[in-house]
């Protein structure tokens, strides 16, 4: 399937399984921290780069092939989802025939300034922004964002959103070491955050390999005392993730462990356990897809992940800036 993937294992929503309308790496940031890699193609141009019944339909198949094959689906891709011009067609649609799965979309929120954008999002269930920067200065640091962008925009947009948005609102909020971490500057977002009264505010950090190499996560101990500048009815650091209901073993493993660690790296635990498979089947898998030169393994803070090689080519939406 090319727009489904996973279901990928999350550490906030359990198996999701994802949905991608964005040409790989298509995004209105270039973050320090993406563990997808560094953005090939920045834009804050809408376009519609795949029709939305073709996705639906991917959606439906899946869902026939296996009833039970995901916690929840998430608009949540290798780039900014509300690039994608018809996604409040497609959540629509989504939800009309798939009422019991929260529909999730995970956004930089650089858009919601946009008043379609906002008006797009209202059929999602959880909608979940991000905001890591409290001035322009870690903005461009951490964020890289395209030079049409600008922090109070992007804040007024988060704030517009929230004053009409009716499904559940959670700001996730991801700390570099070094980048936006220090004790004023939690302190300035701190200050916004009780503005913009999320429902939940999700404190973050790097645990997967990012796009620079200088863009280091904090420590356990550094989240907890982090978190103690946020608001303690509301705020949580994002645990990892706990391995749920099993899929079925089936010949088409191979290509859903490609198309996973496509999006992000895994490490073998969490591959397995959202796939639903023994871990020596996953093995065997894995040993033919490193002699095919399809994934690697890479080490991050000690801890072993499988991503995908750097074989595929980087697209880029022709006639596009």
């Not at 940031?29 to 920045?42: I, K, P, Q």
């Not at 296996?66 to 949540?76: E, L, M, N, R, V």
């Not at 529909?103 to 999602?124: E, F, Y």
């Not at 951490?142 to 049409?148: D, G, K, L």
Request: contains cysteine; charged residues 25%; aromatic residues 8%.
């Amino acid at each position: 399937m090319k727009n489904i993937f996973g279901p990928v294992p999350s550490r906030r929503l359990g198996r999701s399984l994802g949905i991608d309308v964005i040409p790989y790496k298509t995004c209105s940031f270039d973050c320090v921290y993406c563990e997808s890699g560094h953005t090939t193609f920045l834009t804050v141009k809408r376009k519609i780069f795949v029709m939305p019944d073709l996705v639906f339909k991917e959606l439906s198949d899946y869902f026939r092939k296996y009833p039970q094959g995901a916690d929840a689906i998430t608009f949540s891709s290798a780039g900014e989802p509300t690039l994608y011009a018809a996604l409040g067609e497609l959540l629509r649609n989504i939800k009309k025939q798939f009422p019991a799965l929260p529909l999730v979309v995970i956004t930089n929120g650089s858009l919601l300034w946009d008043p379609q954008v906002r008006k797009d999002l209202m059929a999602a269930d959880r909608v979940v922004p991000s905001l890591d920067a409290a001035t322009t200065e870690v903005f461009k640091k951490i964020n890289a964002p395209h030079p049409s962008l600008d922090l109070s925009a992007v804040k007024e947009g988060l704030m517009a959103f929230r004053r009409d948005y009716r499904g559940q609102f959670n700001l996730e909020v991801l700390l570099v070491a070094g980048f936006n971490d220090h004790p004023d500057h939690l302190r300035q977002l701190r200050r916004f955050i009780d503005q913009l009264n999320p429902d939940q505010v999700e404190l973050n950090t790097v645990v997967r390999p990012p796009a620079e190499v200088t863009a280091r996560g904090l420590t356990g101990a550094q989240m907890r005392s982090a978190l103690q500048f946020f608001p303690q009815d509301k705020s949580h650091i994002v645990g990892r993730y706990q391995s749920s209901t099993a899929a079925q073993l089936d010949s088409e493993l191979a290509s859903r462990v490609v198309a996973m660690v496509k999006i992000r790296p895994c490490t073998v635990s969490e591959m397995a356990a959202s796939l639903g498979v023994e871990a020596a089947d996953l093995a065997a898998v894995l040993m033919g897809l490193e002699q095919e030169n399809l994934v690697e393994r890479c080490s991050f803070n000690n801890v072993e992940y499988v991503r995908s090689a750097p074989t595929a080519p980087s697209h880029r939406p022709p006639g596009e800036e």
